[in-house]
C-alpha cells in the first residue's frame, strides 16, 4: 500500500460509521465514470473526475470547492463542470444522503404477531339459558341446559337445585381399635 492510499484509509476510518456504509452502499465510482463519459471525457479526465468526487465524499475537500476543482484538474469549461457537479449531486450525493437518513432513521418495532384467542377444549360449553331454573354464568348464558333434578324427600316430590339441597350426613364410621383409639393419632387434648 502507498503513502497515497494509506492517508485515504486514515481518513475513511475517521469518517462516523453511518456515512461509511452509506459510500460503500452506493455505486458512486460505476456513476462517476457513467457522468464523466455521457460528458465526452477522456479515460484520464474520467479518473481525475473520480479522484475528485472521493475527496468530497471522504472529507479532504470542501463541497463548495467541487466546481472550481473539476474546472482546475480536469482542465474543462465551466459548463461541463457545473453539468458534472450537478449529476455527480443528484446521483450521487443525494443516494448517499438518503442512505444516512435510512440508517439514522429509527426503525418502528416489529408488530408482534397476535395469535388468535382459543378457548381450551376442557371447559364446558357456555349455551344461551332458557327459562327454568339453571344456575347463571352470565346474563342470558349458563353452563349447560339441563333440567333440573328432582328427588324424593318423604312423600313429597321436590325439586332439588343447586345450592339448596342439603348435604348428606356420612355415617359415623365405626371403630375397631381397642379403647376406641386410634394408635398412629396423637390424643386430643
Known amino acids: ?21 452509506a459510500i ?3 455505486p458512486w ?12 471525457l477522456s479515460f484520464e479526465q474520467v479518473a481525475t473526475v473520480e479522484r475528485e468526487t472521493m475527496f468530497i465524499l471522504y472529507g479532504f475537500e470542501n463541497p ?27 446521483k450521487i450525493f443525494k443516494a448517499i444522503a438518503l442512505k444516512i437518513d435510512e440508517s439514522t432513521k429509527p426503525q418502528p418495532p416489529a408488530a408482534q ?12 360449553m357456555v349455551e344461551p339459558a332458557f327459562a327454568q331454573g339453571s344456575v347463571m354464568v352470565k346474563k342470558g348464558e349458563v353452563a349447560h341446559n339441563v333440567a333440573p333434578a328432582t328427588s324424593e324427600v318423604g312423600s313429597k316430590n321436590q325439586e332439588v337445585r343447586m345450592g339448596e339441597t342439603e348435604k348428606p350426613k356420612m355415617p359415623t364410621p365405626t371403630v375397631h381399635y381397642p379403647g376406641g383409639q386410634d394408635p398412629y393419632r396423637e390424643p386430643l387434648v
Open 113 to 124: 404477531p397476535v395469535a388468535p384467542e382459543t378457548p381450551p377444549a376442557n371447559l364446558p
Open 29 to 40: 465510482k460505476s456513476s462517476v465514470k457513467e457522468i464523466a463519459i455521457t460528458n465526452k
Open 24 to 26: 460503500e452502499a452506493v
Open 64 to 90: 463548495d470547492d467541487y466546481v472550481g476543482n473539476l474546472m482546475r484538474e480536469v482542465q474543462i469549461d465551466e459548463n461541463t463542470a457545473v453539468t458534472i457537479a450537478t449529476e455527480v449531486n443528484e
Open 1 to 21: 500500500m502507498n503513502e497515497e492510499e494509506k492517508i485515504i484509509q486514515e481518513q475513511l476510518q475517521k469518517l462516523p460509521e453511518n456515512l461509511r456504509k
